[in-house]
């Protein structure tokens, strides 16, 4: 009888089936590994979407990602912000600032948070630079993949 033994059918475990040359490589994930990468995507593809369609939106702007808002709760009547639009000063740019914790609580899946980061990108800018949803999304295709 071996000395080691596989009780729970992992496999052979320990320094011995570290990957090396010889070895298998391990498959790199198709998707990112955390929800904060995840989401850091989505806010990336959401600002290219828009900078093809209309990059006069985005000029002058910055587009940041926070955890939650920090805000007064009895001001906010019990409803929490996904994004704020700050608009610009003579300190700094215009800012559009989006929470990631509201927006990932809102999604039922993935690919319904991605669609939803879109929608609050194209709704923030249009409240920021006076232009409307049309004009920086004129397909219209993020509001038709539901």
Not at 89 to 116: C, F, K, N, T
């Amino acid at each position: 009888m071996s000395s080691r033994r596989d009780r729970h059918g992992r496999g052979l475990r320990g320094p011995l089936v570290l990957p090396n040359e010889l070895g298998v490589r391990r498959a790199a994930p198709l998707r990112p590994a955390t929800r904060v990468a995840f989401f850091d995507d989505c806010v990336g593809a959401a600002v290219q979407r828009v900078s093809r369609q209309c990059p006069e939106a985005l000029v002058g702007l910055s587009v940041g990602v926070e955890d939650v808002p920090n805000f007064d709760p009895a001001w906010a009547g019990g409803r929490v912000p996904l994004a704020s639009a700050v608009e610009a000063s003579a300190a700094r740019p215009a800012q559009v600032v989006l929470y990631r914790r509201p927006l990932e609580h809102r999604a039922a899946s993935r690919e319904g948070l991605r669609i939803l980061v879109y929608r609050t990108v194209v709704e923030q800018l249009s409240a920021l630079t006076g232009r409307s949803v049309e004009e920086i999304d004129p397909d219209g295709a993020g509001f038709d993949d539901d």
